[in-house]
Structures are given as structure tokens and as C-alpha cells.
């Protein structure tokens, strides 16, 4: 069985930083694309950021400039650093990863973790 775990997540007044982690684990053989995915209450889940094995990006234009995503392939983690964060980016923030596994290849979702911006 594969695992998606975060942690990182809290409250933080506007302007501040954050950094959310998350970490595969379980049958794992390669992970493929990994990313961040937000959702603040009553709107849609929406993408925030994706990195390739490779280490290529895709930023939303909301977050172009504060937020930087990277991964440690050795350790099957992925890594979410906010700056200058804004009320706006209030939401749960979710992990997921392509991973081919001894299930085969699919997409996988952390639980989720809150993070709030406010004074």
C-alpha cells in the first residue's frame, strides 16, 4: 500500500512563510510527477504547483514569485515553501504524486492539511 503523509501546516499572519512536506511510503518503485493542490471552502480543488522527476516546474499564477516547490527523490518527498502569503491562500492544501508501485501506476492523495492566513 502507498502513503501520502503531510505535515507543515498552521496559522500564519499575513506576509508570513510556511513549509509543507510531504512524504510517500509503502511498495514503492518510482515516483513520477509530484505536487500541491489547495482548496479553500465552498470552491473547487485547484492546482498550485507540480515538479517532475527531473525537477521541471509549473507554478499557478497566483503563487508565481512566493512559493517554491522541490523534492528529495531519495527520501519520496516533496516539499511546498510559501512566502509573503496572503489571506487569499487560505485553504487545505493537498499532496499528490504519480507513483508506479507494486499496485501498479497511479495518482495518490495526502490527507490534507489546513493552512490559515490571517491576523
Known amino acids: 500500500q502507498v502513503q501520502l503523509v503531510e505535515s507543515g501546516g498552521g496559522l500564519v499572519q499575513p506576509g508570513g512563510s510556511l513549509r509543507l512536506s510531504c512524504a510517500a511510503s509503502g511498495s514503492i518503485f518510482t515516483i513520477y510527477a509530484m505536487g500541491w493542490y489547495r482548496q479553500a471552502p465552498g470552491l473547487e480543488r485547484e492546482l498550485v504547483t507540480t515538479i517532475t522527476s527531473g525537477g521541471i516546474t509549473n507554478y499557478a499564477d497566483s503563487v508565481k514569485g512566493r512559493f517554491t516547490i522541490s523534492r528529495d527523490n531519495a527520501k519520496n518527498t516533496v516539499y511546498l515553501q510559501m512566502n509573503s502569503l496572503k489571506p487569499e491562500d487560505t485553504a487545505v492544501y493537498y499532496c499528490?504524486?504519480?507513483?508506479?508501485?507494486?499496485?501498479?501506476?497511479?495518482?495518490?492523495w495526502g490527507q490534507g492539511t489546513q493552512v490559515t492566513v490571517s491576523s
Open positions: 499528490n504524486a504519480r507513483i508506479h508501485s507494486g499496485f501498479g501506476t497511479s495518482n495518490y
